[in-house]
């Protein structure tokens, strides 16, 4: 972060109480966002290399705390001069979803930019998740146990086939268990969430969670139904809602 700021300060840009200002026009206080669209592009144009640009932007993220930072660093990946090194790409976001702090932007970028992309999900989702989620059981760590719960909770999109293996291996550590009921409430209700029915059904037959969980009802009730998205159901929510009040 300290790195960011420095860099910041290079662009003419400073903080202030309540928001940024420039080095031109210190009376106009800027917030973070716009900051963020202004200048975090500007990171992958300087003179460094790969990973130290990548670094530098999630420097940047932590500073300013906003959605468009992420944005950048997909944008950068996609471009003619990516990809960007995958190493410190899923390190930063690791690093981020195992932190105390809240990590809207981070969560919120792996669901609408990488989750939602099925060019990108089964690797994403591996990197942040699936590819350790036997640790994350054998050694939960409360890092460990941030990082797989916000990864559950926002991975709806996903492919059911791609997440499943860590949807049952996380069945093992009831710890994680509200997280997966909240993956697979997710699965169902996002307009791109997917899921199979009858295996998700399975699934919540098998979490410990107490009996008057909001919306475990409405969920059993429609994947018994077979029905597999909320968007491609219209009505079978609202049936299910009436049937279990």
């Not at 710890?175 to 899921?195: E, K």
């Not at 107490?210 to 909320?230: C, F, I, M, S, W």
Request: glycine fraction near 6%; include cysteine; hydrophobic fraction near 45%.
């Amino acid at each position: 972060m300290a790195a960011a700021r420095r860099w910041l300060a290079d662009q003419g840009v400073r903080q202030v109480r309540g928001g940024w200002v420039t080095d031109e026009e210190p009376e106009e206080l800027l917030t973070a966002s716009q900051v963020a669209h202004s200048l975090a592009g500007d990171v992958f144009a300087e003179d460094l290399d790969a990973a130290d640009q990548v670094r530098l932007a999630f420097g940047l993220l932590d500073l300013l705390d906003t959605y468009w930072v992420t944005c950048e660093i997909r944008f950068a990946d996609e471009s003619a001069e990516g990809p960007l090194p995958a190493g410190v790409l899923w390190d930063g976001y690791r690093q981020r979803l195992e932190a105390e702090r809240e990590v809207e932007a981070v969560t919120y970028s792996l669901w609408v930019d990488w989750f939602e992309d099925h060019t990108t999900s089964a690797s994403a989702f591996a990197e942040v998740l699936g590819n350790d989620i036997d640790r994350v059981v054998a050694e939960p760590s409360e890092a460990l146990l941030r990082r797989a719960r916000r990864v559950l909770e926002c991975s709806g999109p996903v492919r059911w086939a791609v997440k499943e293996p860590a949807y049952r291996t996380a069945l093992r550590l009831p710890a994680l268990h509200s997280a997966l009921f909240r993956g697979v409430r997710a699965s169902f209700h996002d307009l791109y969430g997917d899921l199979e029915p009858a295996a998700a059904l399975a699934l919540l037959d098998r979490l410990e969670l107490p009996a008057d969980t909001q919306y475990l009802a409405e969920l059993r009730h429609v994947l018994a139904a077979g029905h597999k998205n909320h968007h491609r159901s219209p009505g079978a929510w609202d049936q299910a809602v009436r049937f279990c009040s």
